[in-house]
């Protein structure tokens, strides 16, 4: 009798969330006309996920992957106290979530949010439920049930030797990719801020500081080093308001884009080579830490501050026409979200500490499933902060002035010609408000990320600390930026190094100095490369670059889902297919259609061999001078090796995917 | 007063986790194994090493 008392008070209870789930989702779809409150926004996700969580979750954990606890865990009997070791879930939850949330579920719905807010907001929710959550948790499973098997061994084992090959170079390149894109966020977000600029150089020395205290003054205290260390950054961004009104100082900390691309490529590559445990480990302890607690500051800022969002829920934007990146709200806007949709690189991750550190099976439903819906959280409320901004505002920030004009007059007249009102006067007080000189065309989404998290953070203290929370912003995006770099370079390095060596057996050595150098200077050339050509391009370079970075890590999350479904397919024949099935054919029209509008496009704003031709015959008309011309030439080179590139992607996981298909085939034969 | 020292001490342990303090207890727990700067970084270096070999998410 009690039991069923429950459990129908349990039903009424997931009734309701139900309700609340669909009446948010219908405000927030349909309402026309006034400023909607966030907290629909908040309201619709926080309850679809929760009921994604509990019913179509578990139905994968119980009926599909089959958990079982009765099985012992990798932690379990490998244990080693090391990589091999039991964890509560709960804290593995938090170590699963801080190794996967990095910066794209911020900086991807900033950027996707040129198309208004809906668009974005229902490919999250939907995206993480159907797509990136099931892709995490299977992959998790698999690499659980294979004594922590990586992405790239379970390729080859279920897949094929080709398969396992094709992953490894695709992972490759898209790290190349990947860095560049990242690189040139922080440089958007630090060129002609002397503020930003000095805070983010004091982040080094303090990084050097703390790997020598924990290393030698005191050993193992990382908890009360990396206190010691936000203190002082946080001094840092005080410091960087004092550096900024300082009439010496300031030209010293003020670097143009070049200046500053130059420095991030030279620090990439002694970075990589130094000890990780003086540069490295200490600054990615630190930004771990203020990575959640933003997070979690973020959240609270939101619920206490409940902002109305002011851009609209589409925007003109979404026939193609966008200044931030040019092509339509489909596929466009599914690989701009990235990562707080769908992520290739979780699939790294899930296959890699995590699965050995699971004491139960079960626990891998909270740790996989659920980890992806709090990112896919993550990247609700980066959605918010861009759409609490004026659309003016956002647009100023955002577009180049390759397309809206080069100067502040030009740019306000053509964003409010688009029927988004802005004044030249609005962004210089703006600017002052935040310590800068000026806020137009700071393309790659980190300053008006900052600038939405400063407008909520700031809620409760007003205007006055507005300056001090768009740097702290600025600084928590960079930190784990220059980790991401630091880091990605060394594995590139791992990776070169581990290809290298099967030609000459010295380069493979990581203890051998000659190859450490030549590899890492290989690495940080070819991300420096597209690094240079982002800087250098006259759109801003997010254009080209983020819709690369989005192809290529939504591509690898194809390949995670091939070899999902290969193994779903082994365990059950065709009976769930569908369950990975569907968000790899979703993923596979998208990437394909974005990636083929991105070599064939005939717009000039979307196609790289589009725009190719179009300087080329502005080219060949003459009437350009030395400059022009020499310029021309390199934004017709780089066109044509972002067009190779995207179309290298392609042929990869075409690879992969008629692999996989052959292999799928073979087993349903066999199983009759 | 109890869930929230629960949250709080969850909390705590998750911070160590992460800070790797809990692994070098782990660590220290095998037999023969003191404490000192030595053991610390012997530790630490095969931890990093390993942990810098693979790709951070993005």
Redesign the interface.
């Given at each position: 009798m009690r039991g069923s008392v429950k459990r129908t008070i349990g039903w009424l209870a997931w009734g309701a969330v139900s309700a609340v789930a669909a009446v948010a989702l219908g405000v927030v779809a349909l309402d026309r006309g006034e400023a909607i409150n966030s907290m629909w926004l908040v309201l619709a996700g926080a309850c679809t996920f929760a009921l994604g969580y509990r019913f179509y979750g578990k139905f994968i954990a119980a009926r599909v992957m089959a958990l079982d606890d009765a099985r012992a865990t990798p932690a379990v009997r490998l244990r080693n106290?090391?990589?091999f070791?039991p964890?509560?879930k709960?804290?593995l939850f938090?170590?699963h979530f801080?190794?996967?949330?990095?910066?794209?579920p911020l900086v991807g719905p900033v950027l996707a949010a040129q198309f208004g807010y809906l668009p974005g907001t229902l490919w999250i929710i939907a995206g993480c439920v159907l797509g990136g959550a099931v892709q995490d948790f299977t992959i998790l499973v698999a690499s659980m049930r294979r004594d922590g098997k990586s992405l790239g061994e379970m390729a080859r084992q279920e897949i094929g030797r080709l398969g396992g090959f094709t992953a490894l170079v695709t992972?490759l390149l898209i790290?190349i990719i990947?860095l560049a894109t990242?690189a040139l966020v922080v440089v958007n977000a630090l060129k002609g801020s002397p503020w930003g600029t000095f805070t983010i150089a004091a982040t080094m020395p303090i990084a050097l500081f703390m790997g020598l205290y924990?290393?030698?003054v005191r050993?193992?205290k990382?908890?009360e080093c990396?206190l010691i260390g936000f203190v002082l950054v946080v001094a840092a961004i005080f410091g960087g308001q004092a550096v900024a009104q300082s009439a010496t100082l300031a030209p010293v900390f003020t670097l143009t884009a070049t200046g500053l691309a130059t420095a991030v490529v030279i620090y990439g590559f002694f970075a990589s080579a130094l000890p990780?445990?003086l540069l490295?480990?200490p600054r990615d302890?630190l930004s771990?830490?203020v990575k959640l607690g933003v997070v979690f500051m973020l959240a609270v800022g939101i619920l206490v501050v409940r902002p109305s969002l002011q851009l609209p829920a589409f925007t003109r934007f979404t026939d193609g026409t966008g200044p931030i990146f040019g092509g339509k709200v489909f596929p466009f806007c599914f690989i701009t979200i990235?990562?707080g949709a769908i992520?290739g690189?979780?699939a790294?991750?899930s296959s890699?500490?995590t699965p050995k550190m699971i004491a139960r099976e079960s626990h891998a439903w909270p740790v996989g499933y659920g980890s992806m819906l709090l990112e896919g959280f993550v990247a609700l409320m980066a959605m918010i902060a861009a759409s609490v901004m004026q659309p003016g505002v956002y647009f100023a920030v955002n577009a180049p002035a390759g397309v809206v004009g080069a100067t502040p007059a030009a740019a306000v007249a053509t964003i409010s010609s688009w029927g988004f009102p802005v004044t030249a006067a609005d962004m210089e007080s703006l600017a002052r408000a935040v310590g800068e000189k000026t806020l137009f065309f700071r393309t790659g989404g980190a300053p008006s990320l900052a600038l939405g998290m400063a407008h909520i953070f700031a809620g409760a203290g007003g205007r006055a600390v507005l300056g001090f929370w768009y740097h702290f912003a600025i600084m928590f995006e960079s930190l784990f930026i220059l980790?991401?770099i630091d880091?990605?370079t060394?594995?590139g390095r791992?990776m070169l190094q581990d290809t290298l060596g099967h030609v000459a057996k010295p380069l493979g050595r990581t203890s051998w100095m000659p190859g450490v150098i030549a590899t890492s200077g290989a690495i940080v050339a070819a991300w420096g490369y597209f690094l240079y050509q982002g800087v250098r391009d006259p759109l801003g370079g997010i254009n080209s670059l983020w819709p690369l970075?989005g192809i290529s890590?939504q591509l690898l999350a194809a390949v995670a889902l091939c070899v999902a479904t290969t193994i779903l397919i082994r365990m059950h024949g065709a009976r769930y297919l569908w369950i990975t099935g569907i968000p790899l054919a979703w993923l596979v029209v998208v990437t394909f259609t974005a990636a083929w509008e991105k070599i064939f496009s005939p717009l000039a704003r979307v196609g790289f061999l589009a725009q190719a031709s179009q300087l080329a015959a502005r080219l060949g008309a003459g009437g350009l001078t030395v400059a022009q011309a020499a310029e021309a030439r390199r934004v017709i080179f780089n066109d044509r090796l972002d067009a190779v590139v995207c179309g290298a992607f392609l042929v990869m996981v075409a690879t992969i995917l008629i692999d996989s298909v052959r292999v799928w085939a073979g087993v349903l034969r066999r199983r009759g | 007063m109890k869930a929230l020292k629960k949250i709080g001490g969850m909390l705590m342990a998750l911070l160590r986790e992460l800070a790797d303090e809990s692994a070098y207890r782990r660590h220290l727990a095998a037999p023969g194994r003191m404490h000192s700067g030595a053991e610390w970084r012997r530790f630490s270096d095969e931890r990093l090493r390993r942990r810098y070999e693979r790709a951070k998410c993005c």
């Amino acid at each position: 009798m009690r039991g069923s008392v429950k459990r129908t008070i349990g039903w009424l209870a997931w009734g309701a969330v139900s309700a609340v789930a669909a009446v948010a989702l219908g405000v927030v779809a349909l309402d026309r006309g006034e400023a909607i409150n966030s907290m629909w926004l908040v309201l619709a996700g926080a309850c679809t996920f929760a009921l994604g969580y509990r019913f179509y979750g578990k139905f994968i954990a119980a009926r599909v992957m089959a958990l079982d606890d009765a099985r012992a865990t990798p932690a379990v009997r490998l244990r080693n106290g090391h990589d091999f070791e039991p964890t509560n879930k709960w804290i593995l939850f938090g170590h699963h979530f801080a190794a996967i949330a990095g910066p794209g579920p911020l900086v991807g719905p900033v950027l996707a949010a040129q198309f208004g807010y809906l668009p974005g907001t229902l490919w999250i929710i939907a995206g993480c439920v159907l797509g990136g959550a099931v892709q995490d948790f299977t992959i998790l499973v698999a690499s659980m049930r294979r004594d922590g098997k990586s992405l790239g061994e379970m390729a080859r084992q279920e897949i094929g030797r080709l398969g396992g090959f094709t992953a490894l170079v695709t992972v490759l390149l898209i790290m190349i990719i990947l860095l560049a894109t990242v690189a040139l966020v922080v440089v958007n977000a630090l060129k002609g801020s002397p503020w930003g600029t000095f805070t983010i150089a004091a982040t080094m020395p303090i990084a050097l500081f703390m790997g020598l205290y924990m290393r030698y003054v005191r050993p193992g205290k990382v908890l009360e080093c990396s206190l010691i260390g936000f203190v002082l950054v946080v001094a840092a961004i005080f410091g960087g308001q004092a550096v900024a009104q300082s009439a010496t100082l300031a030209p010293v900390f003020t670097l143009t884009a070049t200046g500053l691309a130059t420095a991030v490529v030279i620090y990439g590559f002694f970075a990589s080579a130094l000890p990780v445990w003086l540069l490295l480990a200490p600054r990615d302890y630190l930004s771990t830490f203020v990575k959640l607690g933003v997070v979690f500051m973020l959240a609270v800022g939101i619920l206490v501050v409940r902002p109305s969002l002011q851009l609209p829920a589409f925007t003109r934007f979404t026939d193609g026409t966008g200044p931030i990146f040019g092509g339509k709200v489909f596929p466009f806007c599914f690989i701009t979200i990235a990562c707080g949709a769908i992520s290739g690189f979780h699939a790294l991750i899930s296959s890699g500490t995590t699965p050995k550190m699971i004491a139960r099976e079960s626990h891998a439903w909270p740790v996989g499933y659920g980890s992806m819906l709090l990112e896919g959280f993550v990247a609700l409320m980066a959605m918010i902060a861009a759409s609490v901004m004026q659309p003016g505002v956002y647009f100023a920030v955002n577009a180049p002035a390759g397309v809206v004009g080069a100067t502040p007059a030009a740019a306000v007249a053509t964003i409010s010609s688009w029927g988004f009102p802005v004044t030249a006067a609005d962004m210089e007080s703006l600017a002052r408000a935040v310590g800068e000189k000026t806020l137009f065309f700071r393309t790659g989404g980190a300053p008006s990320l900052a600038l939405g998290m400063a407008h909520i953070f700031a809620g409760a203290g007003g205007r006055a600390v507005l300056g001090f929370w768009y740097h702290f912003a600025i600084m928590f995006e960079s930190l784990f930026i220059l980790t991401l770099i630091d880091a990605g370079t060394r594995v590139g390095r791992f990776m070169l190094q581990d290809t290298l060596g099967h030609v000459a057996k010295p380069l493979g050595r990581t203890s051998w100095m000659p190859g450490v150098i030549a590899t890492s200077g290989a690495i940080v050339a070819a991300w420096g490369y597209f690094l240079y050509q982002g800087v250098r391009d006259p759109l801003g370079g997010i254009n080209s670059l983020w819709p690369l970075f989005g192809i290529s890590n939504q591509l690898l999350a194809a390949v995670a889902l091939c070899v999902a479904t290969t193994i779903l397919i082994r365990m059950h024949g065709a009976r769930y297919l569908w369950i990975t099935g569907i968000p790899l054919a979703w993923l596979v029209v998208v990437t394909f259609t974005a990636a083929w509008e991105k070599i064939f496009s005939p717009l000039a704003r979307v196609g790289f061999l589009a725009q190719a031709s179009q300087l080329a015959a502005r080219l060949g008309a003459g009437g350009l001078t030395v400059a022009q011309a020499a310029e021309a030439r390199r934004v017709i080179f780089n066109d044509r090796l972002d067009a190779v590139v995207c179309g290298a992607f392609l042929v990869m996981v075409a690879t992969i995917l008629i692999d996989s298909v052959r292999v799928w085939a073979g087993v349903l034969r066999r199983r009759g | 007063m109890k869930a929230l020292k629960k949250i709080g001490g969850m909390l705590m342990a998750l911070l160590r986790e992460l800070a790797d303090e809990s692994a070098y207890r782990r660590h220290l727990a095998a037999p023969g194994r003191m404490h000192s700067g030595a053991e610390w970084r012997r530790f630490s270096d095969e931890r990093l090493r390993r942990r810098y070999e693979r790709a951070k998410c993005c």
